[in-house]
C-alpha cells in the first residue's frame, strides 16, 4: 500500500464511503480505484487527484496533503545511480534487495534520516 492510497481509503471510510460509491462518483472502475488504494498503480493524474480531493469534500490543507502524498507514493521506483559515488550505487542495490524484509521500525528510522521533498 502506498502513502496515498491509505491516505484515500481512510478518508474514504471515514465518510462513509463504499470504493463501488466512490469509483462510480470518479468516473473509474471499483477495480482501479482498488489497485489504487492497495498500491498496485502508479500515480494518478494531476486531474484525477483533484476530482478525489472533490468527492471527497476536502479542505484546501487537506487537498495539499493529497497531493503530495501522491508525489511520493509510486510503488516502481527507478533510480539512476550514474554520478554519483560507489556507495551511493551499493546503498541503493542494498535497499532494492532487502527492502521487503525490513522491519517498520527501520523504515521509519531511514525516512527519518532523510530530508522532507
Not at 487537498?63 to 550514474?82: F, G, N, Q, W
Amino acid at each position: 500500500m502506498t502513502p496515498f492510497g491509505a491516505r484515500i481509503r481512510q478518508l474514504r471510510q471515514a465518510r462513509g464511503m463504499t470504493l463501488t460509491g466512490m469509483a462510480q462518483e470518479l468516473g473509474v472502475t471499483p477495480a482501479y480505484l482498488s489497485a489504487l488504494e492497495h498500491g498496485r498503480r502508479g500515480r494518478p493524474a494531476p486531474g484525477l487527484i483533484m476530482q478525489i480531493c472533490g468527492v471527497l469534500g476536502l479542505i484546501w490543507d487537506e487537498a495539499v496533503e493529497l497531493k503530495d502524498l501522491a508525489k511520493r507514493s509510486h510503488p516502481k521506483v527507478t533510480l539512476d545511480t550514474s554520478g554519483l559515488s560507489p556507495e551511493a550505487t551499493e546503498l541503493a542495490n542494498a535497499l532494492g534487495r532487502t527492502i521487503r524484509d525490513l522491519p517498520d521500525e527501520t523504515i521509519s528510522a531511514l525516512l527519518a534520516l532523510l530530508p522532507k521533498a
